[in-house]
């Protein structure tokens, strides 16, 4: 299963799959790829991969898919769409979905593919575009820990670390928390940009005395020069941030836990995502603190 022989499967070329596919392919695989917008893939065609007709068509030529798409409908559309890859995934197989949705649907597509005898992983991922670009992401994995040990040389190719969480479901549990504190750590610093420099005071003087306080951390060193510069080219869409709030918000509420500064910062995020005329990064939350 190990080999750069096997042949991989990758559905869904946005900011992240389209690195993660780049270094498969420098890693050797034969790589086989889809698209709902067909164009995102030239590159990676270019690169040697060979491009599908539909996520079902990916499905029989894998021994390993991988799926990233935006959202749980995106998901279940290439799962269980027209000419979906579930339907076609063979036995034996792994199918690893890196995608960030719900824990419930990472616990039903697992149930699918254990009625096919294919083994699931949720493995979501974080480390932004760059750390997909330079094959440094981190996986939080739910699922078996065998499927883990015989996928471990392929998602190594594409990540730094891999945290086995729990059963299926508890990699997106930890990814959904993760990013409530990552949201709510941007949200925090673009309202103590907004006191300070309505003090006359400039944000990097917060920023630089931070850097030398328990405050300091890795969201500062990457977030704090868009809030400054006041420049938001996505790394990690704002609308994808949003949508990982409403999960996080959708699991508390399964599962009777409050979470008040996640809902509250979720609106924020609301507020400038309705805003928006152009695609954002999520550091884009220090525009609700200018108005
Ligand atoms: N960007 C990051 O820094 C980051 C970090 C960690 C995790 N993630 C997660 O990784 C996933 C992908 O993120 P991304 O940044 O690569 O997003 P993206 O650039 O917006 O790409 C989204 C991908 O999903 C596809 N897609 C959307 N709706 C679809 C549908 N209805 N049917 C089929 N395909 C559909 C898009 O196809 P088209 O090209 O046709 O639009 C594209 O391939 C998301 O779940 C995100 O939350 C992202």
Request: proline share 5%; with cysteine.
């Amino acid at each position: 299963m190990n080999s750069p022989a096997k042949h991989i499967g990758l559905i869904g070329l946005g900011l992240m799959g389209r690195p993660m596919g780049m270094n498969l392919i420098k890693a050797g695989y034969p790589l086989t790829v889809w698209n709902r917008t067909a164009s995102r893939a030239e590159e990676l065609v270019a690169a040697g991969a060979k491009l599908a007709k539909s996520p079902q068509e990916v499905a029989a030529a894998s021994d390993f898919l991988l799926t990233i798409v935006s959202d749980p409908p995106a998901l279940e559309g290439v799962l269980w769409g027209d000419c979906g890859a579930m339907q076609a995934l063979k036995r034996g197989s792994i199918y690893v979905d890196s995608s960030t949705v719900s824990p419930a649907l990472a616990r039903k597509i697992s149930a699918a593919c254990a009625e096919r005898g294919v083994r699931f992983l949720d493995a979501p991922v974080t480390g932004g575009d760059w750390g997909a670009k330079k094959g440094e992401l981190v996986f939080m994995i739910g699922g078996e820990v065998d499927t883990l040990k015989e996928a471990e040389p392929i998602l190594k190719v594409m990540g730094k670390k891999l945290f086995h969480l729990g059963p299926n479901g508890a990699g997106q549990t930890i990814k959904l928390a993760m990013n409530s504190i990552l949201a709510l750590q941007v949200d925090a610093l673009a309202e103590a940009l907004a006191l300070v420099t309505r003090a006359g005071i400039p944000g990097e003087k917060l920023v630089e005395v931070m850097q030398s306080s328990m405050a300091r951390s890795g969201v500062l060193d990457v977030k704090a020069p868009n809030l400054l510069k006041d420049q938001y080219v996505p790394s990690f869409p704002l609308r994808l941030m949003h949508k990982d709030l409403g999960l996080a918000l959708d699991l508390a509420n399964q599962l009777g836990v409050a979470l008040p500064a996640t809902a509250a910062a979720r609106e924020i995020y609301s507020a400038v995502k309705g805003a928006a005329k152009e695609d954002l990064d999520f550091s884009a939350v220090m525009r609700f603190w200018k108005h």
